[in-house]
């Protein structure tokens, strides 16, 4: 792979404006790469966990690519980006890319410009995609039209949090990941999980598997990792296709939109706040739709 | 200041002391930069794949070991190795003040000592990256 090709254009769209996303080609890239998501709260160990899995799946006939995003600030626009830290051992593997993405204005746990972020990596045709979202509540489940397999990392001892999170994120997960699972209450998170696996996942017929794991010292890694592989199986014979690819579009079109108006709430004259609600809205959407 | 600017903040060599680089990361953020961090204790080798794989547009180098001017040399000839010779770096750390000069002639685009006050230096490295 030609890593300072692939870091550039990633800058590139990274910074992109709406404009400059939308003069940009989106003729559909013939790719089979497939996309892991992996999400979950702060602290959980998703950077630890991906630095695994990357390890364990990559190879000189399959390279993979990991975006990791982290918050950035709402105060100053930037960012420190932590998730290297963990993933230090992937840095000398020559089958791994490794890119750290802030939010920017994002807050759905993705960044700005993911679409087209991962067009730049399916360009380069690497075989997998694995994005790690910012540290999640319950419910930014944004990731689920960006990847093909969502896993949800959690840890023992968030019985309540699971709780609450069932109407949520937990829903949306095809993986259900117990990670440090040497911490006790591992095995009643596990029961939890898996009662709420039984009434199946976002796909219909597919029912997520419950899968534990200790990342500090790799134990678990296999049942991942095979996991991923009877995910891929099964949605490439029940998956609707076509569906995917109108719910990606319809993210990607929604997002650009919402950018655009941001700009235009930006632009706008001062004292255009002051107006009423119905005139402001109005004066929006028609500068909208004199937008080229 | 330093949107969309991307800044490596990286612990060469084998001191085990990151207050200084977090501090500086911390204020690199707050000036509106996107900064990734290393962690300690990394190999020039190391650091200059992550400024490779991330895109960066200087690489900090904090350093309180004594051993500035080998591990500044070190980074560059691993970036010169990679394709990127013209990588800005920038170096941090207790530089004793008959060094700074050599550190600059070494490649380094500026020298940061502890007598600096934070804003002097997001204000330097702001006025090299612009």
Same mark, same amino acid.
């Given at each position: 792979?030609?890593?300072?090709?692939?870091?550039?254009?990633?800058?590139?769209?990274?910074?992109?404006?709406?404009?400059?996303?939308?003069?940009?080609?989106?003729?559909?890239?013939?790719?089979?790469?497939?996309?892991?998501?992996?999400?979950?709260?702060?602290?959980?160990?998703?950077?630890?966990?991906?630095?695994?899995?990357?390890?364990?799946?990559?190879?000189?006939?399959?390279?993979?690519?990991?975006?990791?995003?982290?918050?950035?600030?709402?105060?100053?626009?930037?960012?420190?980006?932590?998730?290297?830290?963990?993933?230090?051992?992937?840095?000398?593997?020559?089958?791994?890319?490794?890119?750290?993405?802030?939010?920017?204005?994002?807050?759905?746990?993705?960044?700005?410009?993911?679409?087209?972020?991962?067009?730049?990596?399916?360009?380069?045709?690497?075989?997998?995609?694995?994005?790690?979202?910012?540290?999640?509540?319950?419910?930014?489940?944004?990731?689920?039209?960006?990847?093909?397999?969502?896993?949800?990392?959690?840890?023992?001892?968030?019985?309540?949090?699971?709780?609450?999170?069932?109407?949520?994120?937990?829903?949306?997960?095809?993986?259900?990941?117990?990670?440090?699972?040497?911490?006790?209450?591992?095995?009643?998170?596990?029961?939890?999980?898996?009662?709420?696996?039984?009434?199946?996942?976002?796909?219909?017929?597919?029912?997520?598997?419950?899968?534990?794991?200790?990342?500090?010292?790799?134990?678990?890694?296999?049942?991942?990792?095979?996991?991923?592989?009877?995910?891929?199986?099964?949605?490439?014979?029940?998956?609707?296709?076509?569906?995917?690819?109108?719910?990606?579009?319809?993210?990607?079109?929604?997002?650009?939109?919402?950018?655009?108006?941001?700009?235009?709430?930006?632009?706008?004259?001062?004292?255009?706040?002051?107006?009423?609600?119905?005139?402001?809205?109005?004066?929006?959407?028609?500068?909208?739709?004199?937008?080229? | 200041?330093?949107?969309?600017?991307?800044?490596?903040?990286?612990?060469?060599?084998?001191?085990?002391?990151?207050?200084?680089?977090?501090?500086?990361?911390?204020?690199?953020?707050?000036?509106?930069?996107?900064?990734?961090?290393?962690? /300690?204790?990394? !190999?020039? +080798?190391?650091?200059?794949?992550?400024?490779?794989?991330?895109? &960066?547009?200087? *690489? =900090?180098?904090? %350093?309180?070991?004594?051993?500035?001017?080998?591990? /500044?040399?070190? !980074?560059? +000839?691993?970036?010169?190795?990679?394709?990127?010779?013209?990588? &800005?770096?920038? *170096? =941090?750390?207790? %530089?004793?003040?008959?060094?700074?000069?050599?550190?600059?002639?070494?490649?380094?685009?500026?020298?940061?000592?502890?007598?600096?006050?934070?804003?002097?230096?997001?204000?330097?490295?702001?006025?090299?990256?612009?």
């Amino acid at each position: 792979m030609n890593r300072r090709q692939i870091a550039r254009g990633l800058t590139k769209i990274l910074n992109a404006s709406v404009d400059e996303i939308l003069a940009t080609s989106d003729e559909p890239i013939t790719s089979n790469a497939v996309r892991i998501g992996i999400t979950g709260a702060p602290g959980v160990g998703k950077s630890s966990t991906i630095a695994r899995l990357a390890a364990y799946r990559a190879k000189p006939t399959k390279q993979l690519a990991v975006l990791a995003i982290d918050p950035s600030s709402p105060l100053s626009g930037g960012s420190l980006l932590g998730d290297r830290i963990r993933m230090g051992d992937l840095v000398e593997n020559p089958d791994v890319y490794i890119r750290s993405l802030p939010s920017r204005s994002t807050n759905n746990g993705l960044c700005n410009n993911i679409p087209e972020l991962i067009n730049v990596l399916e360009s380069h045709r690497l075989s997998e995609i694995i994005l790690e979202t910012v540290g999640v509540g319950q419910a930014e489940y944004a990731i689920r039209n960006q990847a093909d397999i969502v896993i949800l990392v959690m840890q023992p001892e968030s019985g309540d949090t699971i709780q609450s999170m069932k109407a949520g994120v937990v829903e949306m997960a095809d993986i259900l990941l117990v990670n440090k699972d040497d911490l006790t209450g591992a095995d009643k998170v596990c029961a939890e999980l898996a009662e709420i696996a039984a009434r199946g996942g976002r796909l219909e017929g597919w029912f997520p598997p419950v899968v534990r794991m200790c990342a500090t010292n790799n134990k678990g890694i296999k049942s991942l990792s095979d996991a991923i592989d009877q995910t891929i199986s099964w949605q490439a014979k029940h998956r609707d296709n076509e569906l995917i690819a109108q719910q990606r579009r319809r993210y990607q079109l929604q997002s650009l939109l919402e950018r655009r108006i941001d700009e235009l709430l930006d632009e706008a004259a001062p004292g255009f706040l002051s107006t009423s609600l119905n005139e402001g809205f109005r004066a929006i959407t028609a500068r909208c739709l004199l937008e080229p | 200041m330093l949107k969309n600017k991307r800044i490596l903040v990286a612990k060469p060599g084998l001191d085990g002391h990151d207050s200084g680089a977090k501090v500086i990361a911390l204020a690199l953020r707050d000036a509106g930069a996107d900064v990734i961090y290393t962690g /300690l204790r990394k !190999t020039p +080798d190391f650091i200059a794949r992550i400024a490779i794989d991330e895109d &960066v547009d200087a *690489v =900090g180098l904090s %350093i309180l070991s004594g051993s500035h001017v080998a591990l /500044l040399q070190q !980074t560059r +000839d691993s970036l010169r190795e990679m394709g990127a010779e013209d990588m &800005v770096i920038f *170096v =941090g750390g207790t %530089i004793p003040p008959q060094d700074v000069e050599t550190l600059k002639q070494g490649g380094a685009a500026a020298v940061f000592t502890s007598d600096m006050t934070i804003e002097d230096t997001i204000d330097e490295v702001a006025s090299i990256l612009k």
